[in-house]
């Protein structure tokens, strides 16, 4: 009887965990599925003017995607710090609130370089043999967008600041929002309305900076007159300094980074490799590429949010709550992966219709080869379910060394020359590439969860010796 008493006790821990988990992360999953739909809705608005200047628009959105994932990655490090202040003291304000300052400081130190280089954007194109007609129309898109690179970034931090706080349904609402002011000024300044003239790929950029504004102040506006967020007065002596805060900031976030910059330049390697395969292979690989990165925000979200709670069970040194946080998290992004893994199976060329036309004759060959490939993708996000949760689950832990040397074995040396070696090696092909993709994410899982389970089990020992 007594065992059965604590089996349900167990049971009903589990249960509390993943209520609490999911709560938390749905409304980050939605905010970062609504920050893909404005993406998205960019491309296919600026598609409707032409070939040259989406190619162009591509190659700024690369250099700025870039320069934008390596500076959430630092930023993310806010994350981990605020939730475990929390878990010491459930009702901190002046750590919190140092802290969120220490953040914006960080965006201006990063982002004032960033927006200097984005305005002469036309010598790193330049730098990068592309073609003069292409930069000369990226140049003044870029220019115009530039200066919604800041606010993006704040925005960023702000999110961090009310997800640390387990309150992150006002980014989601704001973020639902920004999709149709971002359609509405993409239209509106791309092809002329309301007696505005079409500035077209210009009017892009404007569009952009207009929107991630929207999304920095929006979000600052509800922290303002929210009763919760209001008593953190979180630009309270915004003037006042905390070095040791902001080099912590730094010294968590910059591997964050990198791993980032790292894991996606695997992918931008793996696109190019393809594009040396043949226009057909490219075509495919990124629809199954885009079908995983849809699936993917879910565990993203799900890691996004372990941070927090393995961040609260950490700051109250509860080693059985980082575990229970961390193995949940882990479990429900791996399931709801399987489980897509499954559809992806199941219904591939149903799947890869949605992205092609079949009138185009080429399309044929295209969906053959994308039906294919999703194979391979139904494996490969399970194990980028896994590492993403585990990086996740590790920053909770303020981990972010290791991850980051992982990261550099598992893609650069694992993943990126398996995908060569296989693909022109013992030639595979573009199958070749998606099986060294795979390989590379099962390096990385592997990696960052024996890691999780060596540092718990260290952090236990060394958190009961001072007790």
């Known amino acids: 009887m007594a065992s059965s008493a604590h089996g349900t006790a167990r049971r009903g821990f589990w249960l509390d965990e993943a209520t609490k988990l999911i709560a938390l992360s749905g409304p980050i999953i939605l905010t970062n599925l609504g ?127 009310i997800a640390a706080l387990e309150r992150p349904q006002a980014a989601m609402v704001i973020s639902i929002i920004g999709i149709l002011f971002n359609a509405l000024a993409n239209y509106v300044l791309i092809f002329g309305a309301f007696g505005l003239p079409a500035f077209g790929l210009v009017g892009a ?44 900031v730094w010294r968590l976030g910059l591997p964050i980074g990198i791993s980032l910059v790292m894991e996606v330049s695997l992918f931008s390697g793996a696109g190019f490799l393809m594009g040396w395969i043949g226009t057909t292979e490219l075509a495919a690989h990124q629809i199954a590429l885009q079908c995983a990165a849809v699936t993917f925000m879910v565990p993203l979200g799900f890691g996004q949010a372990a941070t927090v709670r393995v961040g609260l069970a950490a700051g109250r040194r509860d080693a059985a709550g980082v575990y229970l946080a961390g193995t949940t998290a882990l479990c429900l992004g791996i399931v709801f992966m399987a489980a897509m893994a499954l559809v992806l199976l199941t219904f591939p060329e149903s799947i890869v219709a949605i992205f092609l036309d079949e009138a185009v004759p ?97 952090l236990a020992k060394a958190w009961a010796r001072h007790r």
């Open 35 to 161: 920050n893909i739909v404005i993406q998205t809705t960019d491309v296919v608005m600026i598609g409707w003017l032409g070939s040259s200047e989406l190619a162009a628009s591509a190659l700024s959105t690369n250099v700025r995607f870039f320069m934008f994932l390596f500076s959430v990655g630092v930023l993310a490090a806010i994350s981990p710090m605020m939730a475990q202040i929390r878990g010491v003291r459930a009702y901190a304000v002046r750590d919190i609130r140092r802290t969120v300052r220490q953040g914006l400081w960080v965006c201006i130190v990063i982002g004032l370089p960033v927006c200097m280089l984005l305005w002469r954007i036309d010598l790193v194109l330049a730098g990068l043999r592309q073609a003069p007609e292409l930069i000369e129309l990226a140049l003044p898109y870029t220019q115009a967008a530039v200066f919604g690179f800041l606010p993006a970034l704040g925005f960023m931090v702000l999110r961090n600041f």
């Open 205 to 248: 950029g404007v569009a952009t900076s207009l929107t991630e504004c929207f999304l920095f102040f929006s979000l600052l506006l509800v922290i303002f007159v929210n009763r919760r967020f209001r008593r953190y007065h979180v630009f309270g002596r915004f003037w006042r300094p905390d070095w040791e805060r902001f080099f912590e």
């Open 362 to 458: 080429s399309s044929a060959d295209v969906a053959s080869l994308a039906a294919t490939f999703l194979i391979f993708a139904a494996i490969f996000q399970v194990f980028d379910g896994a590492q993403v949760i585990g990086m996740g689950v590790l920053r909770g832990m303020k981990d972010t060394r290791w991850p980051m040397i992982f990261a550099a074995i598992a893609y650069a040396l694992i993943g990126l020359p398996a995908s060569i070696g296989l693909a022109f090696g013992v030639g595979y092909g573009g199958y070749g590439i998606w099986a060294g993709l795979i390989t590379g994410l099962i390096a990385a899982a592997g990696l960052l969860l024996t890691r999780f389970i060596l540092l718990q089990r260290s």
